[in-house]
């Protein structure tokens, strides 16, 4: 084999290998900067909601939409401890 043969196949395996690199560095980095925006599995505040309603970033009709599901969600009672159906705990 011509040697410029080889050099090239190397060449464009080498740019291969780092393309490769690259698109899974910017995609690790762009799920890991998602994590930052994932819900943490806590709801929202009431502080939270009117500081985004005092920026801008929600309207007034999003907010009472979402204050009233924030208290409604507060307003339900939970279920008894020892029944995931929340009756009362079976006895044998």
Same mark, same amino acid.
């Given at each position: *084999?011509?040697?410029?043969? =080889?050099?090239? =196949?190397?060449?464009? =395996?080498?740019?291969?290998?780092? /393309?490769?690199?690259? #698109?899974?560095?910017?995609?690790?980095?762009?799920?890991?900067?998602?994590?930052?925006?994932?819900?943490?599995?806590?709801?929202?505040? $009431?502080?939270? #909601?009117?500081?985004? +309603?005092?920026?801008?970033?929600?309207? %007034? /009709?999003?907010?009472?939409? *979402?204050?009233? +599901? $924030? #208290?409604?969600?507060?307003?339900?009672?939970?279920? %008894?401890?020892?029944?995931?159906?929340?009756?009362?705990?079976?006895? +044998?």
């Amino acid at each position: *084999m011509d040697f410029r043969v =080889v050099w090239l =196949v190397c060449a464009a =395996v080498a740019i291969g290998v780092a /393309a490769a690199i690259l #698109l899974y560095t910017a995609r690790a980095a762009k799920l890991w900067a998602r994590k930052g925006d994932a819900p943490s599995g806590e709801p929202f505040s $009431l502080h939270d #909601l009117r500081e985004l +309603q005092r920026r801008g970033e929600i309207t %007034p /009709a999003e907010f009472e939409a *979402m204050r009233g +599901q $924030l #208290l409604a969600a507060h307003r339900r009672p939970s279920p %008894p401890a020892g029944s995931a159906t929340g009756g009362e705990p079976e006895s +044998q």
